[in-house]
T-cell receptor, first 113, second 113 residues
Framework: DQQVKQNSPSLSVQEGRISILNCDYT??????FLWYKKYPAEGPTFLIS?????DKNEDGRFTVFLNKSAKHLSLHIVPSQPGDSAVYFC????????????FGQGTILTVHP | ETGVTQTPRHLVMGMTNKKSLKCEQH?????MYWYKQSAKKPLELMFV???????ENNSVPSRFSPECPNSSHLFLHLHTLQPEDSALYLC????????????FGPGTRLTVT
């Protein structure tokens, strides 16, 4: 049973446009959410996070939105750049599950020049 | 060295071999993690160490044996592995009591022949 799902395996976007990556979760105990970016042959790199007490967090070109009622979060990248091409993972943690990040399957983002 | 380092980056081993993966973090963190990433699967948490004590063992077979001699070092000892254990093994670290962001090493690409 997968508690964090990224239903789009891939996304293709033109440079300068917005990239929207989506993530759904089923466990209502999750109260902290993170996005990671991964290049081939490297480990995941932390991008941005959001606590369940917020519905939006912004850091430069990256914004994460959280809709608790829908158990849905999204990552917006504006404007998208070719260097953003990577695999993006969402992750969640909460309750007493200390240290246990639960990851989605990842979405491959390709930004075309 | 900065961040989280892992050695070796690539490892090929036979099913009867014994080998060890090494992880070192230079971030002053006090929690460390082993993850497994298989093709087309989400990252799977294997082990969690907090203050050098194992706090989580996610039903991992005994042919994987972790060791955490201090808060900066983490090992994964491997013996009598199976071909299906071939995967990318990632180490991560974080602070024990939050924030929850985990910082990953580059991984060890393991192939079991």
């Amino acid at each position: 049973d997968q508690q964090v799902k990224q239903n789009s395996p891939s996304l293709s976007v033109q440079e300068g446009r917005i990239s929207i990556l989506n993530c759904d979760y089923t466990n209502s105990m999750f109260d902290y959410f993170l996005w990671y970016k991964k290049y081939p042959a490297e480990g995941p790199t932390f991008l941005i996070s959001i606590s369940s007490i917020k519905d939006k967090n912004e850091d430069g070109r990256f914004t994460v939105f959280l809709n608790k009622s829908a158990k849905h979060l999204s990552l917006h990248i504006v404007p998208s750049q070719p260097g953003d091409s990577a695999v993006y993972f969402c992750a969640a943690i909460g309750g007493t599950s200390y240290g246990k990040l639960t990851f989605g399957q990842g979405t491959i983002l390709t930004v075309h020049p | 060295e900065t961040g989280v380092t892992q050695t070796p980056r690539h490892l090929v081993m036979g099913m009867t071999n014994k080998k060890s993966l090494k992880c070192e973090q230079h971030l002053g963190h006090n929690a460390m993690y082993w993850y497994k990433q298989s093709a087309k699967k989400p990252l799977e948490l294997m082990f969690v160490y907090s203050l050098e004590e194992r706090v989580e063992n996610n039903s991992v077979p005994s042919r994987f044996s972790p060791e955490c001699p201090n808060s900066s070092h983490l090992f994964l000892h491997l013996h009598t592995l199976q071909p299906e254990d071939s995967a990318l093994y990632l180490c991560a670290s974080s602070t024990r009591d939050g924030p929850y962001e985990q910082y990953f090493g580059p991984g060890t690409r393991l192939t079991v022949t």
